[in-house]
C-alpha cells in the first residue's frame, strides 16, 4: 500500500540521517512568502527555476494559487508569514496550463455525484450559504487571476501597506516566470 511504502522509506531516511541536509530553521532566509498552484510540475521545478531551497520561503499552495476571499486559510497564512514569521515580501504565482483555469463547477459536481455524494449533501452546503457554483469556479486567464489576487492582498485592511505584493505567471514546463504585478510599484 502507498502508505506503508512511505513509511518504510522514512525509516529509511531518518536511519541513514538523510536529514541532516535539511536542517534550517523555521524562518525564511529569503524573508518571502510565495503563495502558488497545488500541480504536481511544480514541486521541484518552482524552487529550481526561483533559486529557492529548503528554509529560503514560507510557501502556501491550494488549487490555482488564488485568493478567493479575503479572510479565508490563503489570506489567514499570508499575514501569519507577515506578521509572524519575519516575511517582508509577497509572491503570488499562478501558472500557465493550470486545470483551475476553465473548470467548470458543474462538471465538479457531477463527479462529486458519481462519488455518491447526494443532491441532498451538496444542498447541505448552500444551505449553510455557500453558492458551491461560485466557489468551485476556476478562472478565465491566469493573469487575470493573479492580479486579481494580488488586489484582493493589496487592499487587504490587515496587510501593511510597505509589503510588496508582485504577481507572477510560471511555465511549468520550463519554468520560466512572466510578471503581471511589479509589487514595488503599487
Ligand atoms: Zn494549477
Request: aromatic letters at 4%; one cysteine or more; proline letters at 4%.
Amino acid at each position: 500500500m502507498y502508505l506503508d511504502n512511505i513509511l518504510a522509506h522514512n525509516r529509511e531516511f531518518i536511519g541513514s540521517n538523510q536529514y541532516e541536509g535539511y536542517k534550517t530553521s523555521k524562518l525564511p532566509n529569503q524573508k518571502s512568502v510565495i503563495l502558488t498552484c497545488m500541480d504536481t510540475r511544480l514541486i521541484e521545478l518552482l524552487p529550481a527555476a526561483m533559486n529557492i531551497k529548503n528554509g529560503d520561503v514560507k510557501m502556501i499552495k491550494n488549487a490555482g494559487g488564488l485568493i478567493t476571499s479575503p479572510y479565508g486559510s490563503g489570506v489567514r497564512s499570508l499575514l501569519i508569514a507577515v506578521h509572524v514569521l519575519q516575511a517582508e515580501e509577497v509572491l503570488i504565482i499562478g501558472h500557465k496550463d493550470c486545470g483551475m483555469q476553465q473548470l467548470d463547477p458543474s462538471f465538479v459536481m457531477e463527479q462529486m455525484k458519481t462519488r455518491g455524494i447526494s443532491k441532498e449533501e451538496i444542498q447541505t452546503v448552500t444551505d449553510d450559504g455557500i453558492d458551491v457554483a461560485e466557489w468551485l469556479a476556476g478562472f478565465e486567464t491566469v493573469e487575470e487571476a493573479v492580479a486579481n489576487s494580488v488586489s484582493i492582498l493589496r487592499e487587504h485592511p490587515l496587510m501593511p501597506g510597505a509589503i510588496p505584493v508582485h504577481g507572477l505567471v510560471i511555465d511549468p514546463e520550463t519554468g520560466e516566470l512572466s510578471l503581471v504585478t511589479r509589487g514595488y510599484d503599487a
